[in-house]
């Protein structure tokens, strides 16, 4: 049963159908034989050129160049197919001038040497091999190979795939002096999730390790100095890419120290977020990590949905053939909700904090019941500083007429984020005698653009700002006469400085 299905068709090359059948018979046999030793050892083997790690240290280990048919004996016949389609071009196949018995030639493969990296890889696959040794029976003729023809060689696949090969680049160029989060966004990559999942899928096959004080560094191995050697070339032909990798880190240990830094919008790591999708328009929830830096999944962003100020959308690629497995899955793409009231004042006024022109975006637009505007300023005692210094008629406000309009906050905590706003020159303070009046700082960078984001809350939400109207009201005949009296001071300064 087993000869009937080994029988192949009538061939036109040789006539010896029988020697043919009997002849991959015994391939088929030596290989299952084989098979037990070849999978305990090749489980063993560290996947630094991706999957197909174990035949490249084969041939390695066996001088560079192994006949297909040794291939399929000693690693099986799906282990010659993946050889020859390598895709980063690190191998290549030729028919060899010598006659093996009867049939066609036989075909090997070898390491081609024009590959960019060829000696850094042979040198690492044969020490892999040298390591793990395979036991293959080698019956390769002395034969001299022809030249190799111009092939595409894909430097960026060394390590079976473009993620990998970043990874370990990022790796060897900080020089493991950094952690596991600054690692994560120290590599070039669009995507940062994928980062954590090569990262991690590296360390559990033994490739990456923790080294002193959590820095994540290469496995001390026997060969750990061809696996440096070997991305240490990489990075001295892709010079640009070492400068971006160091350019990242510095970055990313600047946020990390300012972290607990405040802006006007929240935190400085939130701030980041919304700025960026303020330039960029909505993106993959991905990308904004990467470009962001947010390694962690942070819970303000959350609020900041539930708020109406984000929204969130999901997009389903459509399962065609041939499209890869990653590519087919849905994405969460994140945008600012352009249906809020106040969308085109918060855009601009993002952009200015950050210096960066207008341009049109794309737009997700989520309509609600209500908007939470509270969420979007840093504190509420902040918002509502803001937001009366700009509805009062005369621009100005002290934190005792605040603490009448705003009762709810503690008075300490007021005088706190006033100072906060005179640190940042988002307001400006004139004295009179003992009291001291706030107001928006013309001279801020942003103070145009801000203006108007608060003019639009007042205009979105009137009820806010409808205390502002009793500030008057609720003060006793001898603030009134003070008050008036500083502004009569004041508006004389201005006449006299024109």
């Known amino acids: 049963m087993r000869n009937e299905r080994l029988r192949p068709r009538a061939r036109k090359d040789y006539p010896n159908n029988a020697f043919e059948i009997s002849t991959r018979y015994a391939i088929q046999q030596r290989a299952n034989k084989?098979?037990?030793?070849m999978l305990k050892?090749?489980?063993?083997?560290?996947?630094?050129?991706?999957?197909?790690?174990?035949i490249f240290s084969a041939i390695a280990a066996n001088g560079g160049v192994l006949r297909q048919t040794d291939i399929n004996i000693s690693l099986g016949a799906s282990a010659a197919k993946a050889a020859v389609s390598d895709k980063a071009g690190m191998l290549r196949t030729f028919r060899m001038q010598t006659q093996q018995g009867p049939g066609p030639r036989g075909i090997a493969v070898l390491f081609d040497k024009t590959?960019?990296?060829?000696?850094?890889?042979?040198?690492?696959?044969?020490?892999?091999?040298?390591?793990h040794p395979f036991p293959i029976e080698n019956k390769m003729p002395k034969e001299v190979p022809p030249r190799p023809l111009r092939g595409q060689h894909?430097?960026?696949?060394?390590?079976?795939?473009?993620?990998?090969?970043?990874?370990?680049?990022?790796?060897?160029?900080?020089?493991?002096?950094?952690?596991?989060?600054?690692?994560?966004?120290?590599?070039?990559?669009?995507?940062?999730?994928a980062v954590q999942r090569?990262?991690?899928?590296?360390?559990?096959?033994?490739i990456l390790d923790v080294g002193e004080g959590g820095a994540i560094c290469f496995k001390d191995e026997p060969w750990k100095r061809e696996l440096e050697n070997l991305f240490e070339r990489y990075l001295r032909i892709r010079p640009e890419l070492r400068k971006?990798?160091?350019?990242?880190?510095?970055?990313?240990?600047k946020r990390r120290a300012d972290r607990s830094l405040q802006c006007l919008f929240g935190y400085e790591s939130i701030q980041r977020v919304l700025t960026a999708l303020a330039i960029h328009g909505p993106m993959p929830r991905t990308e904004l990590a990467s470009i962001t830096m947010l390694t962690h999944q942070n819970i303000a962003?959350?609020?900041?949905?539930?708020?109406?100020?984000?929204?969130?959308?999901?997009?389903?690629?459509?399962?065609?053939?041939?499209?890869?497995?990653?590519?087919?899955?849905?994405?969460?793409?994140?945008?600012?909700?352009?249906?809020?009231?106040?969308?085109?004042?918060?855009?601009?006024?993002l952009l200015a904090l950050a210096g960066e022109p207008a341009k049109s975006v794309r737009r997700y637009s989520e309509p609600r019941d209500g908007y939470d505007i509270d969420a979007l300023f840093n504190t509420a005692p902040l918002f509502w500083a803001l937001l009366m210094m700009n509805a009062l008629p005369g621009g100005e406000l002290?934190?005792?007429?605040?603490?009448?309009?705003?009762?709810?906050?503690?008075?300490?905590?007021?005088?706190?984020?006033?100072?906060?706003?005179?640190e940042q020159g988002i307001a400006k303070c004139r004295q009179e005698g003992l009291i001291k009046y706030y107001g928006l700082n013309p001279a801020y960078r942003a103070y145009k653009p801000l203006k108007r984001l608060l003019d639009k809350i007042g205009k979105a939400w009137p009820d806010l700002v409808a205390a502002a109207v009793f500030n008057d009201d609720i003060k006793s005949q001898r603030r009134l006469t003070v008050d008036r009296n500083a502004g009569k001071r004041k508006r004389k300064i201005q006449r006299a400085t024109r």
């Not at 084989?34 to 030793?37: E, H, K, N, V």
């Not at 971006?244 to 990313?252: G, L, M, P, Q, S």
């Not at 603490?403 to 905590?413: I, K, M, S």
């Open 398 to 422: 002290d934190v005792a007429s605040l603490n009448r309009l705003r009762p709810q906050h503690a008075p300490f905590t007021l005088h706190g984020r006033m100072h906060w706003l005179l």
């Open 115 to 131: 590959f960019p990296l060829a000696k850094e890889v042979l040198a690492l696959a044969r020490k892999i091999g040298k390591c």
């Open 154 to 193: 894909r430097i960026d696949l060394i390590a079976g795939s473009e993620i990998n090969t970043l990874v370990l680049a990022t790796v060897r160029a900080v020089r493991g002096k950094v952690g596991l989060v600054e690692l994560q966004s120290a590599v070039p990559y669009p995507s940062l999730t």
């Open 301 to 349: 962003l959350n609020d900041l949905r539930d708020a109406g100020i984000l929204t969130l959308r999901t997009r389903r690629a459509s399962k065609t053939r041939g499209t890869k497995a990653h590519d087919s899955r849905a994405k969460i793409f994140v945008g600012l909700n352009a249906a809020c009231p106040i969308y085109r004042e918060l855009r601009v006024t």
């Open 41 to 54: 050892i090749r489980d063993e083997i560290p996947p630094i050129f991706g999957i197909s790690t174990y």
């Open 34 to 37: 084989l098979r037990p030793a």
């Open 198 to 206: 090569s990262v991690q899928r590296l360390r559990d096959c033994g």
């Open 244 to 253: 971006e990798i160091r350019a990242r880190t510095k970055i990313k240990k």
